[in-house]
């Protein structure tokens, strides 16, 4: 059989792959501490489970419309307004399965061959992956120009031309955990005015994870932008709900009909009784959101501190998510290299840079929403093969 040429462009993500190692090797007996996937060990807030359960046992079994169910959609936009004073229609909003039907629907929408994407490199492999299946020319932006891996305004503006339709930008950052600040962010909103033929999407899905007592500079409080700004977000982060596949997005009303049909042909609706989780979540109280910082807040620093005093690595605090992004260099190996010998002789998980963008080879990325006691483990274990 002869299948599509595009189904070859689409990439992965190595987490998978890295995943798969690790369970091949805990089969085998050997103990893994893993520091590679994109989730906390926290739970998910126990009223948003009581309310899925509670949705079930009421006959909440079917089809809902494809864009979520409307009161869904209404608790994002008390969200909305509660946490950044913007004012987005219920109808602007689309409820997700997971974040990655928002960049499909995005960079499907304005990729094809001849125009130009721009990205974050390192970033979510996603966005690249996307961008090549679409046929579009996938122009990579460097995230580690900058020493705190922050938006770099002036060499995004750089990059435009009348062929660029889509501008994608994450903030926090994954992989690298880099914060921008709200004086870089009016920088890059205020100079897209020159470009209005510019779609922006904006991955916001760690806009909770912020250290620092800093509030994320949402484009959402860029009304100029509106008739051009996709934002991603989702309960996943956080809310640590990642199985729930659960996420929501902003869309101007131009493209709402699109987006529509798109969840038609791809995946009908969301899982019912998960929505009705997603409003408790939304609208119920926060305390584990404020214990999960303060726990982060210190593993932050447990892992940085300790990735520091390796021989070798070098590592930035990051200012948002729960990653931390070294460079490893000075080891004498590239990412890919050291991630395999951890993995191998230490028994460590993580993901090598390269896995996120031709710019992040010497680096690897670590997840430290994990126990405190992993965390020193860890350490513990790559300093010995270091030595």
């Known amino acids: 059989m002869k299948i599509a040429k595009n189904v070859n462009k689409l990439g992965t993500e190595a987490v998978y792959s890295i995943f798969a190692k690790t369970k091949k090797l805990q089969k085998q007996g050997k103990k893994i501490i893993d520091l590679s996937l994109g989730q906390s060990d926290f739970k998910s807030p126990q009223h948003a489970v009581n309310a899925a359960i509670k949705a079930l046992k009421d006959g909440h079994h079917g089809y809902t419309l494809p864009n979520g169910i409307i009161e869904c959609r209404e608790a994002v936009s008390r969200k909305i307004k509660s946490l950044y004073k913007a004012h987005i229609d219920p109808e602007r909003i689309i409820i997700m ?3 990655k039907p928002t960049m499909y629907y995005a960079i499907s929408f304005f990729g ?3 125009a130009e994407i721009l990205y974050p490199d ?3 492999p996603i966005y690249e992956s996307m961008i090549n299946f679409t046929g579009a020319k996938a122009v990579p932006y460097n995230m580690t120009e900058n020493k705190d891996f922050s938006i770099n305004p002036d060499k995004i503006l750089s990059l435009i031309n009348e062929k660029t339709r889509l501008l994608i930008l994450n903030n926090p950052h994954n992989p690298t955990g880099g914060f921008t600040e709200k004086k870089a962010i009016d920088k890059l909103a205020n100079s897209l005015k020159k470009f209005p033929h510019l779609a922006v999407l904006s991955d916001e899905v760690y806009d909770r994870l912020i250290f620092g007592n800093k509030e994320i500079p949402t ?7 509106y008739d051009r700004l996709i934002i991603l977000n989702g309960w996943s982060k956080t809310y640590a709900m990642t199985g729930w596949r659960l996420g929501w997005s902003v869309w101007p009303e131009k493209l709402i009909e699109h987006v529509f049909k798109f969840c038609v042909n791809s995946h009908s609706c969301v899982n019912t009784p998960a929505q009705y989780g997603a409003i408790a979540a939304l609208d119920g109280p926060e305390n584990h959101l404020e214990d999960m ?7 932050r620093k447990l892992i940085c501190d300790g990735l520091q005093s390796l021989k070798g690595v070098q590592c930035n605090m990051p200012g948002g998510s729960f990653f931390a992004f070294p460079n490893v260099k000075n080891t004498g190996m590239n990412g890919e290299e050291f991630t395999e010998k951890s993995l191998k002789e230490a028994g460590v998980a993580m993901i090598p840079g390269a896995a996120f963008g031709k710019f992040a080879t010497d680096y690897v990325r670590f997840n430290f929403a994990t126990s405190r006691e992993n965390i020193s483990k860890a350490i513990e274990k790559i300093d010995k093969i270091l030595k």
């Open 97 to 99: 399965p997971g974040g």
């Open 112 to 114: 094809e061959p001849g």
């Open 122 to 124: 390192p970033g979510f």
């Open 219 to 225: 484009l959402l409080n860029y009304p100029d932008l």
């Open 293 to 299: 910082m303060k726990e982060f807040f210190i593993r």
